[in-house]
T-cell receptor
Framework: DAKTTQPNSMESNEEEPVHLPCNHS???????IHWYRQLPSQGPEYVIH???SNVNNRMASLAIAEDRKSSTLILHRATLRDAAVYYC??????????????FGQGTTLQVKP | DTEVTQTPKHLVMGMTNKKSLKCEQH?????MYWYKQKAKKPPELMFV???????INESVPSRFSPECPNSSLLNLHLHALQPEDSALYLC?????????????FGPGTRLTVT
C-alpha cells in the first residue's frame, strides 16, 4: 500500500484558515486520497476524499497537486472544535479492494483561541 | 441514524477472564471492522467482515475472536489477554468494503488488562 507523510503537529489560531499538507509520492492511478480526523476521546470521522480534482464539502476543502504526489486539507476557519489528529490515507479502489484503511501517524492540530 | 454504538465504554479484565465487546449499527451497512489503537498511535486494522463473513484477519492472535451474528451486530470475544493488549478498541462500518464508502467509527471501548 502506498504511504503518506504528514507533519507531526501544527498550530493554528482560531478563525484563521489551516492548510494541512500530505505527501504521497508513490500514489498509484487507482488510489483515492482520503482524510479522516480523530477528536480527543472519540473514534475517527470521515472528512473528505478525492482523486484528481479539488473537492469541497461542508467540513473542508481538498486541494490535490496536478501530479497527485501531494495534497492539502484546508479548514477555512479553524474553531477550537477542530483540534484533532488529522489522517491522510490512500485507498485503492481496484475491484480487489479489501476496504482497508491504513492510518499513518497523522498531524496533531492545535487551535489556539 | 449514522451512529455506531459500542459497549461497554470501559472494561477492566484479568488475564484469565473471558469478556466480549459489542458493536452495533443500524445504517444497513454490510461491512464491519475492528481496529485496535494504542495510546498516541494510529488505529490498526484487526478484522474485516463483509456480508457477515470474515474477509480479513490481520494476523491477530487467537485470544481475540470476532463474531458477526447478523448484519447489524459485531462482537469481539476476548480470552486470556495480556497486559499489552490494553488499548482502545474501535468498531467501524461502511456500506460495503469496495469503493470509496466512508467508514463510520464508534467511540471505542477502552480495555485495561491487569
Amino acid at each position: 500500500d502506498a504511504k503518506t507523510t504528514q507533519p507531526n503537529s501544527m498550530e493554528s489560531n482560531e478563525e484563521e484558515p489551516v492548510h494541512l499538507p500530505c505527501n504521497h509520492s508513490t500514489i498509484s492511478g487507482t488510489d483515492y486520497i482520503h482524510w479522516y480526523r480523530q477528536l480527543p476521546s472519540q473514534g475517527p470521522e470521515y472528512v473528505i476524499h478525492g482523486l484528481t480534482s479539488n473537492v469541497n464539502n461542508r467540513m473542508a476543502s481538498l486541494a490535490i497537486a496536478e501530479d497527485r504526489k501531494s495534497s492539502t486539507l484546508i479548514l477555512h476557519r479553524a474553531t477550537l472544535r477542530d483540534a484533532a489528529v488529522y489522517y491522510c490515507i490512500l485507498r485503492d479502489v481496484e475491484p480487489s479492494n479489501t476496504g482497508k484503511l491504513i492510518f499513518g501517524q497523522g498531524t496533531t492540530l492545535q487551535v489556539k483561541p | 441514524d449514522t451512529e455506531v454504538t459500542q459497549t461497554p465504554k470501559h472494561l477492566v479484565m484479568g488475564m484469565t477472564n473471558k469478556k466480549s465487546l459489542k458493536c452495533e449499527q443500524h445504517m444497513g451497512h454490510r461491512a464491519m471492522y475492528w481496529y485496535k489503537q494504542k495510546a498516541k498511535k494510529p488505529p490498526e486494522l484487526m478484522f474485516v467482515y463483509s456480508y457477515e463473513k470474515l474477509s480479513i484477519n490481520e494476523s491477530v492472535p487467537s485470544r481475540f475472536s470476532p463474531e458477526c451474528p447478523n448484519s447489524s451486530l459485531l462482537n469481539l470475544h476476548l480470552h486470556a489477554l495480556q497486559p499489552e493488549d490494553s488499548a482502545l478498541y474501535l468498531c467501524a462500518s461502511s456500506q460495503v468494503i469496495q469503493g470509496n464508502y466512508e467508514q463510520y467509527f464508534g467511540p471505542g471501548t477502552r480495555l485495561t488488562v491487569t
